[in-house]
């Protein structure tokens, strides 16, 4: 609750300014390669009309009433005065902890990601919306339980710099999505530079919005299970 005026600002502007930067670039690219699916100047303008006249609103009437009601209160008290932080073993590195949590809720969504590419991609019919539910608790469930599992391993360690490292170990997903995207661009016929700006692009952008989505799941997994934790913890 420091900043935020500037969490306010970034969440109505971020994510929503980095989307429709790229995509007004990529469109653009679009219209001069006489794209049929380029999409029309007044279709950007009602975007913007969305974005500005509607989703920014809410986002501050929406922070305005949230910052009204009580801070989250926390089981334990910590102390002001950092403790060092012991070395921690090998597995317990950022290049690990994002490798291992990232392939394993890619794993689950796997074989409907290639049915969804190739929807978005070869004009291929997808009809199976009631698995693709599915698969989307199973994506948000294994995100969690990865999270919380390296949570856990990382507070053994003494180590509790958890908020971003969760953050990242279930958002690495986004990466092994973005990854097999090259492998799944070799299905494509790219005869022109514009194919590879406007897939990669498109895919960036995908994959940009999952690493925020699935970061969050860690994030709240992680301050839901330090929470039930440390309010276990009986102190005489």
């Given at each position: 609750?420091?900043?935020?005026?500037?969490?306010?600002?970034?969440?109505?502007?971020?994510?929503?300014?980095?989307?429709?930067?790229?995509?007004?670039?990529?469109?653009?690219?679009?219209?001069?390669?006489?794209?049929?699916?380029?999409?029309?100047?007044?279709?950007?303008i009602v975007l913007l009309v969305l974005w500005f006249g509607i989703s920014t609103p809410l986002v501050f009437f929406g922070a305005y009433f949230g910052y009204k009601?009580?801070?989250?209160?926390?089981?334990?008290?910590?102390?002001s005065i950092p403790r060092q932080i012991p070395d921690q073993p090998w597995f317990m590195g950022i290049p690990f902890t994002l490798a291992i949590g990232g392939i394993l809720p890619f794993g689950a969504c796997f074989v409907e990601l290639y049915?969804?590419?190739?929807?978005?991609w070869m004009d291929q019919y997808y009809y199976v919306?009631?698995?693709?539910?599915?698969?989307?608790?199973i994506l948000i469930i294994t995100c969690a339980e990865i999270t919380v599992l390296f949570?856990?391993?990382q507070l053994c360690g003494e180590n509790y710099h958890w908020w971003w490292r969760s953050f990242c170990t279930s958002g690495s997903t986004a990466l092994y999505v973005f990854f097999y995207s090259f492998v799944y661009f070799k299905q494509l016929e790219a005869n022109s530079f514009a194919t590879?700006?406007?897939?990669?692009?498109?895919?960036?952008?995908?994959?940009?919005?999952?690493?925020?989505?699935?970061?969050?799941?860690g994030v709240f997994s992680?301050?839901?299970?330090?929470?039930?934790?440390?309010?276990?913890?009986?102190?005489d």
């Open positions: 609750g420091k900043s935020w005026q500037r969490a306010t600002t970034l969440t109505a502007l971020g994510f929503p300014g980095v989307a429709f930067t790229l995509f007004f670039m990529m469109d653009l690219l679009a219209v001069s390669q006489d794209s049929t699916d380029a999409v029309p100047f007044t279709t950007m009601q009580d801070a989250i209160e926390f089981p334990v008290n910590t102390s049915f969804i590419l190739a929807s978005v919306f009631g698995f693709l539910l599915l698969v989307y608790f949570c856990y391993f590879y700006v406007l897939y990669f692009g498109y895919m960036g952008l995908v994959s940009f919005g999952l690493f925020i989505m699935t970061g969050s799941i992680s301050l839901w299970f330090n929470k039930t934790i440390f309010s276990s913890i009986k102190i």
